[in-house]
């Protein structure tokens, strides 16, 4: 497995943001959570340490843990390719959806186990006694046994879920099950999110958070937005070759660098045109092809607004093996628009080779974005509707998973009852284009939202409230861990 690292930061830079009384809250939290850990290592395992919303979290998360003085580590995965495509089909199965349509028997469960075996003795070797562990979504579930006997607590969270139980669903958590038995807590997303074999009282609910100071998330002075899109390629214009600088995750400054080959269709979007835009990864389960047909004939007739799909360069996200296919998908009907359709329509697969960078140019998109979508066919919670929401950008959104908890439909946002309706999904985009008043007031409030319910105080508290609630496995007297 590889350490990924986390530099500290500290907590403090909230206290102005949140007020005194949250700010109050969460000192108490972390004096309650140092006594109760009393040294013990918090560690994370995840399955990638970049792309996607897990990865996103955890580094922030766990940032201003350890920025409390709390040991919180982070391992990912070290699996081979067809290990991802089982999972893959896991991640797809607790979405409702059939994924790939390939089975989940004996054969895929011997796979995935003894691609997890060599992970589990390097995680067993590293734990001292008493350190409490979560790993995260299906990928880590198989390591639960192997750690029964290490003497530590075992917490599990998955990020996914679905609103309603089908015959894929079952398949994929009777994949899991076997595994869940042994876990002192499982964190989900959502109530209905929760594994059905695991006990009520086993299952907490905690919802994501977004870092209102990191790269993906820092205020961008306004001349800099512009900057950054004209020289990461995804906006025309002339380049003025003034440094444009972010904050990374390390607590150093980082620079733009100049990027020719983000555009995988349409070039790069004319200057100071209006655009709608959706960020995700390429998995089928963001349908960005849909995003494309329900721009096309509803909403680009109505305003002059063009249509920015961007996602990661697939290279760049090592879990994820429907990347390439869907991206390619969506490369293949931008060419089957006609030429009016493909010059407002822009495909971008941004870099990862800096996540810092990659987050602060999303950023960038996000601000500048007339409109924000995210017409998920499923989504855990959506990370990306949060960030746009925080930067006040009007929002419409598919009424699915954990968006229903996100955005208060007409209040903070617009929600899509039925994400397979295109046409509704037009409409609505022209509306938004088209009635600023309505589009001013949605973002206001939909940054309030955030505000209140989805900055990391709150997150920190619930992990608080969490550890403090379990057994925590016993530490040897005066020890200390490894
Ligand atoms: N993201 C990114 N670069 C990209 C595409 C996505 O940084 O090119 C980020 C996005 O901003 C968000 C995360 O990846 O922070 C996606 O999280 P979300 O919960 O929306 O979806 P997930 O990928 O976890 O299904």
């Known amino acids: 497995m590889r350490t990924v690292d986390v530099a500290p930061i500290n907590l403090d830079r909230l206290d102005h943001l949140i007020g005194p009384e949250r700010w109050a809250q969460v000192q108490r939290g972390v004096q309650a959570a140092r006594a109760g850990l009393d040294g013990r290592v918090f560690w994370h395992v995840s399955s990638t340490a970049t792309g996607g919303g897990v990865a996103e979290m955890l580094q922030i998360l766990l940032a201003y843990v350890r920025g409390t003085g709390i040991d919180a580590r982070w391992l ?130 905690i919802a994501p958070s977004i870092d209102p100071f990191a790269a993906k998330n820092a205020p961008i002075p306004n001349g800099d937005v512009q900057r950054t899109l004209v020289r990461a390629g995804v906006v025309e214009g002339m380049d003025d070759a003034l440094e444009v600088r972010f904050p990374r995750r390390d607590g150093s ?32 389960l963001k349908d960005m092809p849909g995003v494309m047909r329900a721009f096309i004939g509803n909403a680009d007739a109505r305003a002059a607004a063009h249509l920015v799909l961007a996602g990661p360069a697939v290279e760049g996200v090592s879990d994820d093996p429907e990347g390439v296919e869907v991206l390619q998908e969506c490369v293949q009907l931008w060419e089957e628009l006609d030429p009016a359709g493909r010059a407002r329509v822009h495909l971008a697969a941004l870099p990862m080779d800096d996540v810092d960078e990659n987050a602060h140019i999303v950023n960038a998109l996000q601000r500048a974005a007339a409109i924000v979508v995210q017409k998920s066919l499923q989504e855990g919670f959506g990370l990306t509707v949060t960030e746009a929401m925080w930067k006040s950008r009007p929002m419409i959104a598919s009424a699915v998973g954990g968006i229903q908890d996100q955005i208060e439909d007409g209040v903070s946002g617009l929600l899509l009852a039925d994400p397979s309706n295109l046409a509704g999904a037009g409409q609505l985009m022209a509306r938004l284009l088209t009635d600023d008043a309505l589009a001013a007031q949605l973002g206001a409030r939909a940054r309030e939202r955030v505000y209140q319910q989805f900055l990391p105080d709150r997150h920190l508290l619930q992990y608080e409230r969490l550890l403090a609630a379990m057994p925590l496995a016993p530490r040897p007297p005066g020890g200390t861990t490894t």
């Not at 390591?143 to 006997?149: E, F, G, N």
């Not at 020719?260 to 390429?282: E, F, I, K, N």
Request: proline residues 10%; aromatic residues 6%.
């Open 253 to 284: 400054t980082g620079t733009v660098r100049r990027h020719t080959g983000a555009m995988v269709a349409g070039g790069p979007v004319p200057a100071d045109t209006p655009y709608v835009l959706q960020v995700s990864r390429w998995d089928r």
């Open 76 to 205: 990912v995965l070290d699996c081979p390719g067809p290990f991802f495509s089982i999972t893959k089909r896991l991640h797809n199965a607790l979405h409702g959806v059939p994924g790939d349509g390939g089975p989940l028997g004996e054969q895929e469960r011997s796979r995935y186990e003894a691609a997890l075996a060599p992970n589990a003795e390097d995680l067993r070797s590293r734990l001292g006694p008493g350190d409490v562990v979560q790993l995260h979504d299906p990928q880590t579930a198989g390591l639960i046994p192997h750690l029964a006997d290490r003497g530590v607590s075992v917490l599990w969270r998955s990020h996914i879920g679905c609103d309603k139980t089908n015959e894929h669903t079952a398949r994929g958590w009777a994949f899991l099950e076997p595994y869940l038995r042994e876990a002192q807590a499982v964190v989900v997303s959502r109530p209905v999110y929760a594994p059905p074999s695991v006990p009520r009282e086993r299952v907490v609910v």
